[in-house]
């Protein structure tokens, strides 16, 4: 005979032993687990607000002095397998409650005087891959008789802060002048060099 501590206890009817077992609609993650495992992750989900790890692990049948319960329970929240499972199981209750928001949404989109009626239609659009798009268009136009003005109220007010310009200062200095010769297409490079 198999110890089970749950059937010892008055335990709602999701956390017996038929109820752990039946494995039909658990995923991988949660098939993995032992039964006071999957009763651990149902609990986290099932337990009121905001559920403390003890209390968890007493739904998952853990007996014993607080400390040691305790204990037990912050192990498992833990756990990497638990952790995936816990993903797993939030997964597979929020896929259920896709309808009942659908309608929410829907009810809102349909009363336009609801007070999140606009949000509503923002969301439907952008889950459908209609979203609005911003485009912003930047456009780089170089006009020469703009830079000049502009270069030349530049050296103005460099003057006028008392900076001595001198023209010679705005060309490089190592500039050197260069004659360029065409070549033509039957000329080759020996003939360059």
């Not at 009817?13 to 009763?39: C, I, K, N, V």
């Not at 607080?66 to 912050?74: D, F, L, N, T, W």
């Amino acid at each position: 005979m198999i110890y089970n501590p749950m059937a010892k206890r008055n335990v709602p009817a999701r956390y017996t032993d038929e109820a752990l077992t039946a494995d039909a609609d658990l995923g991988p993650a949660m098939r993995a687990l032992s039964l006071r495992q999957r009763a651990f992750v149902m609990a986290m989900f099932d337990l009121g607000d905001h559920p403390s790890h003890a209390d968890c692990a007493r739904a998952a049948g853990y007996t014993g002095e607080a400390h040691y319960i305790s204990m037990q329970g912050h192990r498992m929240a833990h756990s990497d397998k638990i952790q995936a499972a816990i993903r797993e199981e939030a997964d597979r209750r929020c896929t259920s409650l896709l309808p009942l928001a659908h309608r929410r949404m829907a009810d809102q989109i349909l009363d336009p005087k609801a007070k999140d009626h606009f949000a509503a239609v923002k969301h439907a659009q952008a889950l459908s891959g209609m979203s609005p798009k911003q485009v912003h268009v930047v456009e780089h136009i170089n006009d020469r008789g703009a830079m000049i003005r502009e270069i030349e109220g530049t050296m103005k007010l460099l003057q006028a802060m008392g900076v001595k310009i001198e023209l010679e200062a705005l060309v490089p200095v190592n500039a050197i002048e260069a004659q360029f010769e065409e070549i033509g297409s039957d000329s080759g490079l020996e003939d360059l060099l």
